[in-house]
């Protein structure tokens, strides 16, 4: 099985810079994935890392450890739109081998 | 280009009363799958399908059938609702390349079961 951590919720200035943190545990390891997703919509792709290190898109990075089980999302200049859940998914292959944390909810403030 | 399309957005179902959940895709993704989201729970994985006619279960089969006969559609049965069966449904679809599942997800269909 896999066990993932996230924080619940994170609060953050517009035009601030944050991190939301995931920790996950797994029976194998293939590469991460990040969604976001507004309230009341459907989840869309961030990122997926597979080695080790920061890959950067835009105001968004991501960044993986696969040592320490670790990795992190990054939103540079936080806009208002922003405030979404951001979900941390590692995928240990397979067909359904796609495990989603519960998310963390942030919210952007003037 | 519609994407991943499911009907119907809202539904509202009586316990014992059956319905199906319909999703459909345009991207010819061979890999097309269910999930749920409770509050607090995350998604959760009910039944997949990598290709047609071939479909397995997930997580939380258990109240739910499928069957793939298109590479297009995927439709979700609830046989016999039950209150615990209330959740927002994704139908989410991807390449069936194993070393990745970026998925696309329909907009989703919230389900009250009373």
């Known amino acids: 099985g896999q066990n993932i951590d996230q924080p619940t919720e994170m609060t953050a200035t517009e035009g601030a810079i944050v991190q939301i943190n995931c920790t996950y545990q797994?029976?194998?390891?293939?590469?991460l994935f990040w969604y976001q997703q507004h309230a009341g919509e459907a989840p869309t792709f961030l990122s997926y890392?597979?080695?080790?290190g920061l890959e950067e898109k835009g105001r968004f990075s991501s960044f993986l450890s696969r040592s320490k089980g670790y990795s992190y999302l990054l939103l540079k200049e936080l806009q208002m739109k922003d405030s979404a859940s951001y979900l941390c998914?590692?995928?240990?292959?397979?067909?359904?081998?796609?495990?989603f944390g519960t998310g963390t909810k942030l919210q952007v403030i003037p | 280009n519609a994407g991943v399309t499911q009907t119907p957005k809202f539904q509202v179902l009586k316990t014992g009363q059956s319905m199906t959940l319909q999703c459909a895709q345009d991207?010819?993704?061979?890999?097309m799958s269910w999930y749920r989201q409770d509050p607090g729970m995350g998604l959760r994985l009910i039944h997949y399908?990598?290709?047609?006619?071939?479909?397995d279960q997930g997580e939380v089969p258990n109240g739910y059938n499928v069957s793939r006969s298109t590479t297009e559609d995927f439709p979700l049965r609830l046989l016999s609702a039950a209150p615990s069966q209330t959740s927002v449904y994704f139908c989410?679809?991807?390449?069936?390349?194993?070393?990745?599942?970026?998925?696309?997800f329909g907009s989703g269909t919230r389900l009250t079961v009373v």
């Open positions: 399908s990598v290709g047609a006619g071939i479909t």
């Open positions: 797994t029976s194998g390891f293939n590469g």
């Open positions: 998914a590692p995928y240990s292959g397979g067909y359904q081998k796609v495990t």
């Open positions: 989410a679809s991807s390449y069936s390349s194993l070393d990745s599942r970026r998925y696309t």
């Open positions: 890392n597979v080695l080790d």
């Open positions: 991207m010819n993704h061979e890999y």
